[in-house]
C-alpha cells in the first residue's frame, strides 16, 4: 500500500504530505501545526494511543487507571480533517526514495518527514540490568511494574516471601518521583491493606551515582527534595554507581549488595533500534544529530524532533522541549513549502519541576525563582493536567489526586475492629 504523492525535488508541493513517525509530545505537536496549515499529515505509531508519561509512575503505585494516561491517536486525528493515523512501526527510512517502510508492510512517500519516535531504556551496559531490573518508560512498563509490586505484596503478607524491598536506580525526576510515592504507599497504604506485613518487611531505597538528587536542580532544592525522601522513609545511597542487577539485589561498584525484590531502572535512556538500524548520523545517546532548522543536512526534508533529536546546543529531554521542537518543525515545513525561509529552533525554557510525594514538589523556573512544598505541589499537579489530551482523562487525574491525598482514609485501628 502506497499513500501520498511523491513530487519531484524541485517542486513544492501547494499541500505537502508530511509523514510522522511518533505519537509522543513532538510528533503531537508538529501534526497539530502542521494540520492547522493546510498540511496532508499521515501520523504513524506503533500505538493506537498516545501516553503521557509523566504520569506513568502514578500507573505503576496504583493510584490511576492507563486509561487515565493515554488518549486513542484516532480522536486526536478526527479534530483535523487531513490527518491520518497508521499504526504500525518504523520499518525502514528510504531516504533518497523519499519513502517510510513500516512493520506491517506498507510504504509511505511523503514530501516531508518528521522523526518522533522517542526513545527507549538504555540499560548502560550494567550486567543484569536489562534482565532483572523494571523500566518506566511506557504504559507496558508501569503496568508490568505495578503487577509484580502487588505479586509481591501479596506473597508477603501469605508467608510465601520474606520480604518487598524495593529499589529504585536514578535519581533523576523519575526516579525520584516513582521512589516518593512507593514510599508513601508504603506508611500509609500497605498498612491498611496488608496489615500481615511488618514495616521491617518493605523498604524503598533509592540509588544514584551522584551525591545529590535532580542534579539539573539548584542545590537549594535538591537538598529539598532529599530531605523530603527521607522524611518519607527513603533510604538514599547517593555517590553509588551500580555494578550489576541480580535477580534479588543491586550490587554496587564498592561490593555492598542491596536486598531487592523489585528493581526499577530510572537511569539513562538511548534511541529505539529501528532508528539506529535506519544509518541516520547519530551523537550521545544515539540520538540524532540535527541542524540549528531541526533537520538533516543533507536531507532538509526530513525533521527530527523530542527526544531523539541532538542539536547543537542539547536540550533536556522533557516535555517542554519535545513540544516546541513539534511546533518548530511544523511551522518550518509550512514555510519551506510555500517557498519561505526557514529558521533555527530557539528553545523557550519555562522552567522544570518534580514531585517529591504528598503537598511536596520543587520548581525552578529559567529566570532562576525557585519554590517547593503546597505551592510547587499544587502547580505541578495543575499543569500537568492541562496538557493531557481529553476532558475526561483530565477530569478523572485530577479527581484521582485530590482523592488519594486527601480524600477520606480508614486508620489502621479502624480495620482492626
Not at 122 to 148: C, F, H, Q
Not at 284 to 298: D, Y
Not at 320 to 348: C, D, N, W
Request: proline share 6%; charged share 20%.
Amino acid at each position: 500500500m502506497v499513500e501520498g504523492t511523491r513530487q519531484k525535488r524541485h517542486e513544492r508541493p501547494a499541500r505537502p504530505h508530511v509523514v510522522v513517525v511518533g505519537g509522543g509530545f513532538a510528533g503531537l505537536s508538529a501534526t497539530r501545526e502542521l494540520a492547522r496549515g493546510g498540511a496532508r499529515v499521515t501520523l504513524v505509531d506503533h500505538h493506537p494511543y498516545t501516553t503521557f508519561q509523566p504520569l506513568l509512575y502514578q500507573v505503576a503505585t496504583a493510584a490511576m487507571a492507563a486509561g487515565d494516561v493515554t488518549y486513542p491517536l484516532r480522536a486526536f486525528a478526527a479534530k483535523y480533517p487531513r490527518v491520518r493515523v497508521h499504526a504500525a512501526g518504523l520499518g525502514k527510512l528510504l531516504l533518497d526514495q523519499k519513502q517510510v517502510e513500516l512493520t506491517d508492510g506498507a510504504v509511505l512517500d511523503y514530501d516531508y518527514l518528521v522523526l518522533g519516535t522517542g526513545v527507549t531504556t538504555n540499560w548502560l551496559g550494567i550486567e543484569g540490568a536489562e534482565k532483572n531490573a523494571l523500566p518506566m518508560y511506557s504504559v507496558r512498563d508501569a503496568e508490568t511494574l505495578r503487577s509484580r509490586l502487588q505479586r509481591c505484596l501479596e506473597e508477603t503478607a501469605m508467608g510465601k516471601r520474606p520480604s518487598t524491598h524495593v529499589v529504585v536506580v536514578g535519581g533523576g525526576a523519575t526516579g525520584v518521583e516513582i521512589s516518593g510515592t512507593m514510599a508513601e504507599l508504603r506508611a500509609r497504604t500497605i498498612p491498611l491493606t496488608h496489615p500481615e506485613i511488618r514495616p521491617d518487611q518493605t523498604s524503598v531505597t533509592l540509588v544514584e551515582r551522584f551525591d545529590y538528587v535532580l542534579a539539573p536542580y539548584k542545590p537549594s532544592l535538591r537538598d529539598a527534595a532529599a530531605r523530603a525522601l527521607r522524611k518519607r522513609g527513603v533510604r538514599l545511597r547517593l555517590g553509588a554507581t551500580v555494578a550489576s542487577v541480580e535477580p534479588d539485589a543491586v550490587v554496587l561498584a564498592d561490593g555492598t549488595r542491596l536486598h531487592s525484590d523489585v528493581t526499577v531502572w530510572a537511569l539513562g535512556v538511548t534511541a529505539p533500534k529501528e532508528v539506529a538500524d535506519c544509518g541516520l548520523p547519530q551523537g550521545k545517546g544515539g540520538r540524532v544529530t540535527v541542524t540549528e532548522t531541526l533537520n538533516l543536512g543533507e536531507h532538509p526534508e526530513v525533521y527530527v524532533v523530542g527526544d531523539l533529536a541532538l542539536p547543537p546546543e542539547p536540550l533536556p529531554q522533557l516535555a517542554q522541549p519535545s513540544i516546541q521542537m513539534g511546533e518548530h518543525a511544523g511551522r518550518q515545513i509550512l514555510a519551506a513549502a510555500r517557498g519561505r525561509a526557514t529558521v533555527p529552533f530557539r528553545y523557550k525554557d519555562p522552567g522544570i519541576m518534580a514531585i517529591v510525594g504528598r503537598a511536596q514538589a520543587v520548581v525552578q523556573l529559567s529566570n532562576g525563582f525557585t519554590f517547593r512544598g503546597l505551592p510547587a505541589w499544587l502547580a505541578w499537579i495543575f499543569l500537568h493536567v492541562a496538557y493531557l489530551l481529553g476532558g475526561r482523562n483530565r477530569a478523572s487525574v485530577l479527581v484521582n489526586f485530590f482523592w488519594r491525598y486527601f480524600g477520606p482514609r480508614r486508620s489502621r485501628a479502624s480495620v482492626a475492629e
